[in-house]
């Protein structure tokens, strides 16, 4: 099979030009990430932008701990988030490769799609095979989306071929699934090298790229998610493929949802605003979304009985 | 004139070189005869300098501004070391000029070569410190390095005084030089043999060619085309006439020229330590502020 | 298969709700005398003007027009209330600046409130902006006060104020050039009479408020409103000792011609025709964020705005691009809204001003954008303009709009863009935006400008200074530098 290339390998001559995603200078990328924090949200379109926010949700359980009845919980959540009919379901659920099965079979039918981790998730130190594998059978058991992680390891020793080709094989063992690539940016340092691993995944076939595992100190912060915006945009101009953005870890707050809307709004347009290009991987934000929406409708703060847990 | 004496020309230094005046014209400096039946003796005939020998002049100092402005601090310290080591070398001649020419009497001539000597002396050792004196680092409320350094401001017209001649003309010439600046100097003709000598020594001191220049010639003509001239960025002027003082600082507005003034003083003031310091140098400086961020 | 998600189809617009800040917290009287001497007095003219709103033209109050005689008694007062200001404590008066500085935060909502009203600046720059500035300026030269012979550098000399100050700030920044011009001369024990511009004065005068609670004296700033003349009055003024100026160039020079020989200190913050320079190893997404920050920060108006851009030819196309994608997010409306980027144009005259530029650019050939905007009925507004096919000898590429109108050059060469960007009679500020580090500082050491920001534009701290080369005026305002146009030596 001959192998398409990355132009970070191998530029060709209308690529000399680099995409100006791949250059950030920090201070002003989180200049321009913390002035759109103090777009204020108002009315109606507070409303939808939290429908909004809830229907980008991927309502995440990534635990040790995790059984086939929380697993089922979650999913029944998922679906109906709250009594109100008026609240969306979510996205999709995120699981380990070993519970798709029980999430695929409660999701049947619905809207809400079956999302797994894999490739040995959450730092993808086994060998490839391994993690193939693991692609592989999470999308044998019904997955619709897989989130898969780059190789940190093979991407800071400086091999970014090797990253190129294991995500090229991630996607291919993926098959339908749609592939999520997680850069772990907390682990890359700079925004530089976000922007070129972004830009890696998304040459090599990414159908998103993802911000964090949720498993490292530093996850999802809104200059990560916008320098990422940056590279989707980018990219789209130069291939003309459209890759959605997943931003990850931590997010907990209604108002840290509606900033990420805002960056994505005003760096790419309305026409990112859906749950196929963007998406919040996430638990605990689910139920102050619905508080939050809850008090624009009644324009009272709810109580912690007011929401229900999953 | 006698046979055992070489005529010597005083000319113009402008550019490096010593041209005559384009005007042609030049004119005497006298001293009167002992005798008053007898014709005023001619010490020297001095070029007089006109108003397009100063547009020249003042391109020369715009073309020499940049690489001396930007030259190593410590250059520009040691030509101005340099120079003094020349005047001291040639004091004695400096003392007989000013002698000869009814410029001042042998005591203070000798004190007014050694204090311009310790002069040059002062401002050399100035040239490498003045960032750190002047400039700062600035701690601002923010991700960013942000700090501010003196730099030349321009090409100055300096307008020197006739006496003391090579005191204040050392006096307004070191602190102009030493930040950076080129110059365009508007000599009393009077004072034309001591100036053009002293060029001699800019000339065999690495002073680059057109950052200091020399026009001698007479201030009623030439003070009001030096005001007006918009290729200065600043004035240093030496008057006590509120005439002068007005022309050339109303002048001063149609291009914002900024500068210093100071008194014509006495011989015993410019030798004092008040006709030099810091704010003889910062006025023909500039403090310019850059802004970086810091960030990964 | 799976049904669609309800809501997997992006919406084909969508827009911020109005979100307006409420004005009632700002009370503004129907009609202002003139501050002098720790009195509101009735001015010698009779005579009041009107300040209004400009994104509505709706009148906000009367001001008094101060005349000679005003201004005599301004300066007299001034003159009286200099001794005991100046030899008081330095740590003294250190607590009032940083009392001033600290009733100014916690009245920050009202006073951003009132900027945005009578300026028509957006109030998410007089909130985020203006007015913590303003407030930070004092705080930093409350701590000078009893530090002022560090400021000196001349050893075996004490500080000692300038005497009597004569201050005329500008509209575009009208508490915050207050606050520049007041705080450094304050610090110093210097008094003062403060103009402020005519269309612009009613932060001025909510400042006696805070002046006043802090504990200023009687006489120590007073603040006389009025238009050219009554600044003509005050720089003519025999008692003043120092005026100093923040405005246009052409008004600057008339005063450095006035004051000619009088020996009088002065200092001028004046125009500009800023370059900012775009290399093609630049971070263009940030750089982007600059040029927008740099022309449209406060509509433009701002004296050191980077009003000519000049890209280099490779990558302009690409800049184009990403500005043009850029300035159709830029959201142009009532400035009291949260969300608005650019608010109105100050007044019915700027607005004129800017429109016969932009007729001038087009009469020579420039070729004109204009990002989409509607604007009201009521009120002064322009929208982002950016001027393509610009050449050197322009009037739009020479002369300083004052406005959210930007003028695009390429360049070859680093060589070729100095030599662009100096030429110009302005030298206020200058960008640089390259990833570069040596290139950087060979382009900032070459740029002729009081501030160069490099990978930034248009930031300001009150530890900075800032201000002009050539007919941009002199001086310096911020930081130790600022203190220096206040201090006389003893």
Redesign the interface.
């Known amino acids: 099979m001959t192998r398409k290339t990355s132009i970070l390998l191998n530029p060709s001559e209308r690529d000399l030009l680099m995409p100006p995603c791949l250059l950030v200078d920090a201070v002003g990328l989180e200049a321009r990430a913390a002035e759109l924090r103090k777009r204020s949200w108002k009315k109606e379109v507070k409303l939808e932008a939290i429908e909004r926010a809830i229907s980008m949700t991927d309502l995440t359980t990534l635990e040790g701990a995790d059984t086939p009845g929380r697993v089922e919980r979650l999913c029944q959540k998922a679906l109906r988030p709250d009594p109100n009919p008026d609240i969306p379901p979510v996205a999709a659920v995120c699981v380990y490769p070993n519970l798709v099965a029980t999430a695929a079979r409660v999701l049947e039918g619905s809207p809400v799609e079956v999302a797994s981790v894999a490739s040995g998730f959450p730092a993808g130190q086994v060998p490839l095979p391994l993690r193939l594998e693991d692609t592989k059978m999470a999308a044998e058991n019904g997955a619709d989306e897989i989130d898969v992680v780059i190789s940190r390891s093979a991407f800071l020793s400086g091999r970014l071929e090797q990253v190129f080709e294991e995500v090229q094989a991630f996607k291919e063992a993926a098959g339908p699934a749609r592939l999520k690539v997680i850069l772990e940016t907390g682990e890359l340092g700079t925004f530089d090298r976000i922007a070129k691993a972004g830009w890696l995944a998304c040459e090599a076939g990414a159908d998103f790229i993802k911000t964090s595992t949720g498993k490292v100190k530093i996850n999802a912060t809104p200059a990560t998610a916008l320098c990422m915006l940056h590279v989707v945009r980018d990219f789209e101009a130069h291939s003309g493929r459209v890759v959605g953005v997943k931003v990850a870890g931590g997010i907990r707050k209604s108002k840290e949802a509606l900033h990420y809307l805002a960056l994505v709004l005003e760096t790419l347009g309305p026409s990112r605003l859906t749950n196929r290009l963007f998406r919040f991987g996430a638990s605990s934000l689910l139920n102050d979304l619905i508080r939050q929406w809850k008090k624009q409708k009644t324009g009272r703060y709810m109580g912690p009985d007011d929401v229900c847990l999953d | 004139m006698s046979a055992d004496h070489i005529h010597k020309t005083y000319k113009l230094y402008l550019g490096g070189g010593f041209p005559r005046s384009e005007s042609g014209r030049s004119l005497k400096i006298e001293k009167a005869s002992r005798s008053a039946s007898r014709p005023p003796q001619i010490l020297a005939q001095i070029a007089r300098a006109s108003r397009k020998d100063l547009r020249q002049a003042v391109e020369a100092a715009q073309g020499a501004l940049?690489p001396w402005a930007?030259a190593r601090p410590m250059l520009r310290g040691q030509i101005l070391h340099r120079m003094a080591e020349m005047l001291d070398a040639r004091g004695q001649e400096f003392e007989d000029l000013l002698v000869g020419f009814g410029l001042s009497d042998r005591r203070q001539a000798r004190l007014e070569v050694e204090v311009s000597c310790d002069r040059l002396l002062w401002y050399a050792g100035w040239s490498d410190k003045l960032g750190q004196?002047?400039g700062?680092v600035?701690?601002?409320?923010?991700?960013?390095f942000?700090f501010?350094q003196p730099?030349a401001?321009g090409v100055v017209a300096v307008y020197p005084t006739e006496r003391p001649a090579l005191l204040s003309l050392v006096s307004t010439l070191a602190p102009v030089l030493v930040g950076g600046n080129s110059s365009v100097f508007l000599i009393p003709y009077e004072a034309g043999p001591v100036a053009i000598t002293f060029a001699e020594i800019l000339a065999t001191s690495d002073v680059p060619g057109g950052v200091c220049n020399f026009l001698t010639g007479t201030r009623d003509e030439l003070l009001t085309h030096f005001a007006m001239h918009r290729g200065f960025?600043a004035n240093f002027l030496v008057s006590d006439d509120?005439r002068e003082?007005?022309l050339v600082?109303?002048e001063?507005?149609?291009?914002?020229k900024?500068g210093k003034m100071v008194p014509q003083g006495t011989p015993a003031l410019w030798r004092s330590n008040a006709c030099q310091?810091?704010?003889w140098i910062s006025p023909f400086l500039?403090?310019?502020?850059?802004?970086?961020?810091?960030?990964? | 298969m799976r049904p669609t998600h309800p809501l997997a189809d992006a919406p084909k617009t969508f827009d911020y709700a109005p979100s307006l800040e409420d004005r009632s917290i700002v009370e503004i009287k129907d009609r202002y005398r003139l501050y002098i001497g720790g009195e509101w007095v009735a001015p010698s003219t009779r005579q009041y003007f009107p300040t209004q709103d400009p994104s509505t033209e709706e009148t906000l109050s009367e001001v008094a027009k101060a005349g000679p005689r005003d201004i005599d008694r301004a300066v007299r007062a001034a003159r009286r209330a200099l001794p005991g200001w100046a030899q008081m404590k330095g740590s003294a008066r250190a607590r009032i600046l940083f009392a001033i500085s600290r009733i100014l935060q916690e009245r920050a909502r009202e006073f951003a409130i009132l900027e945005t009203l009578d300026n028509g600046k957006p109030i998410r720059e007089s909130r985020d902006i203006d007015v913590p500035l303003s407030a930070a300026h004092f705080f930093y030269y409350a701590g000078w006060t009893d530090k002022l012979d560090y400021a000196l550098r001349e050893p075996g000399h004490r500080a000692a104020p300038v005497g009597v100050c004569g201050q005329i700030i500008p509209w575009n920044f009208p508490l915050l050039m207050a606050a520049w011009k007041l705080a450094p001369a304050l610090a110093c024990g210097n008094t003062v009479v403060l103009k402020p511009a005519e269309t612009s004065p009613l932060s001025s005068l909510l400042l006696v408020e805070v002046l006043e609670e802090a504990g200023v004296p009687p006489g120590v700033v007073n603040i006389v409103t009025g238009a050219g003349e009554t600044g003509a009055a005050l720089v003519a003024h025999e008692g003043v000792d120092k005026i100093a100026f923040t405005g246009s160039t052409e008004v600057g020079k008339a005063i450095q011609a006035k004051l000619a020989g009088s020996g009088k200190r002065l200092t001028l913050e004046l125009g500009g025709k800023g370059a900012h320079l775009i290399f093609e190893d630049a971070p263009l997404d940030q750089a982007v964020e600059g040029i927008v920050r740099g022309i449209f920060f406060n509509q433009g108006q701002v004296c050191c705005a980077g009003s000519r851009l000049l890209v280099e030819e490779s990558v302009e196309a690409k800049v184009m691009e990403l500005l043009k994608n850029r300035l159709s997010t830029l959201r142009v409306g009532p400035p009291l809204d949260k969300n608005t980027d650019l608010g109105a144009i100050h007044s019915k005259e700027q607005m004129g001003r800017v429109r016969s530029y932009l007729q001038a650019g087009q009469d020579e050939g420039a070729v004109l954008w204009q990002a989409f905007f509607e604007a009201p009925k009521k009120g002064f507004w322009c929208p982002p303009c950016l001027f393509t096919n610009v050449t050197p000898s322009m009037k739009i590429a020479r002369e300083e709009i004052f406005g959210p109108v930007l003028t695009i050059q390429s360049f070859r060469t680093p060589q070729e863009a100095v030599a662009l960007a100096n030429n110009s009679n302005y030298g206020l500020s200058a960008g640089v935006w390259t990833d570069k580090g040596s290139k950087i500082f060979a382009l900032s050491q070459q740029l002729q400008a009081g501030v160069v920001w490099a990978n930034t534009f248009n930031q300001f701290d009150p530890a900075s200074p800032f201000g002009g080369y050539k007919e941009s005026g002199f001086g310096r305002e911020g930081g130790l530098h600022g203190l220096l146009p206040y201090l006389a030596q003893r």
């Open positions: 940049g930007r004196v002047l700062a600035n701690p601002v409320s923010g991700p960013f942000d501010s730099e401001m960025s509120p003082q007005k600082s109303y001063a507005a149609d291009h914002v900024r310091g810091l704010d500039e403090i310019k502020t850059t802004w970086h961020p810091i960030g990964l």
